[in-house]
């Protein structure tokens, strides 16, 4: 039996993944902006020895497509993911926090300063979810004109996240002596300003706040783009993707884990985690039905809404939905990842107009698993033992009622298999993780020089 163990984070949508999950029985109606919805997350995830919880967010609210369709969305008013985090880690010990924050849009001062916060405050429990920023609609609300291409976008990440890793380490680890004796509180020698001066950014430093528990929050990242996997290569300890079947999840583990060597760093400094969205039932036929269940819910102009991004100009409202869609286009090369899943996926298996969107609502082209706990924990032992996945992001459709199923019927599975761990090993999200804890980059460099 393999000593590795699979790293699991719950990836919390307030009312659950699937696109109609407000409007099932199970779910939570106004999960985004309840606290105590979310508090009972938490708590069942870190119940189930989950590694960590995660929120995705967009800096906006803009929606393409008719009032109809938008009026039947039940994801337009939620919580800012690290004060929702902040409060959250007050109440639970052990799991971590991922938050999602846009290098396009945020201000790297201000998010180093958030992130340090959070990690103070979880006691060394933060993650910060690099994102450029997918949606292209928003950058009216930051006094830009339009949103930057990707490569940009992808360049200026790249300066963020060292710049952010620069203010983090403004202090080092030792320089706080606090001493009533001697009255010396700390040692101006062993505070570092940035002085910052780069293509996109310009930022002097110091942090007003002391190095954190972690020695800075653990870096995820979560594009699939080329700029995205180099970026990810570079600078992030956990991946997030999505991949509907093995051999593309295969492809892209070692694609990312063979970038690391050019940056000076191992294949284990990087977590390759997939999402699956499991839909469990005690026996395939409860799965099956649960699935069927959630998919009578979408409406078909929320249906066909999800898949207007694929067909750009296209009025998909004329199309039959029982028969396959008219025409399949080439995604554009090496843009946008998740083009390229779906619309392969509609290739592949030749599916209709409303499968695909029914497929597309469960998890946005994520992999959806319907069946027993051990028909989704044989497939998850296969990602994890056959070179693609180091873990999972565990997408439950609806919320709290699959995350309950995942952590009373899957978990245990995983654990009498010897593939998920029976209590937390360390404090932080970095020891549980199995990451390093980070040098200070300037006490690294104090110690070259003398
Ligand atoms: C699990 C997961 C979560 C993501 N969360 C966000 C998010 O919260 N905000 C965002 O702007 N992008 C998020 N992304 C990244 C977008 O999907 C990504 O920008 C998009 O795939 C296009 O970029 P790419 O071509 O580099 O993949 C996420 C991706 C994955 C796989």
Known sequence: MSQRKLRLGA????????????????GQIDAGTNIDHYIALAQTAERG?????????????????????????????????????AALS???KHIGFVATASTTYEDPFLLARKFASLDHISKGRAAWNVVTTSAENVYGNFGQDKHPEPEVRYEKAQEFVDVVKGLWDSFEDDAFARDPASGVYFDPAKLHPLNHVGKHLKVAGPLNLERSPQGYPVIVQAGSSEPGKELAAATAEAIFTAWTSLAEAQAFYSDVKGRLAKYGRRPDQLLVLPGISPVVGRTQAEAESKWAELQKLIHP???LNTLEPFWPGEDLSKWDLDAPPPYIPQPPLGRNSR???VLELARRDKLTVRQLYEYLAGARGHWVVVGTPEHIADQMQSWFENGAADGFNVMPPVLPESLDDFVDLVIPELQRRGLFRTEYEGT????????????NQFSVKARKAA
């Open 90 to 92: 007050a109440v639970t």
């Open 339 to 341: 083009a390229h899943v």
């Open 428 to 439: 932080t999200l970095r020891e549980n993780l199995g990451l390093e804890r980070p040098a």
């Open 301 to 303: 102009s929320v249906g």
């Open 49 to 85: 020895l989950f590694d960590q919880v995660f929120v995705a967010d967009t800096p906006g609210l803009r929606f393409e497509g008719s009032d109809e369709a938008f009026s039947r969305q039940g994801r337009v008013s939620y919580f800012e993911p690290v004060t929702l985090w």
């Open 11 to 26: 990836f919390i949508m307030a009312t659950g993944h699937h696109i109609a999950a407000w409007r099932h029985p199970g």
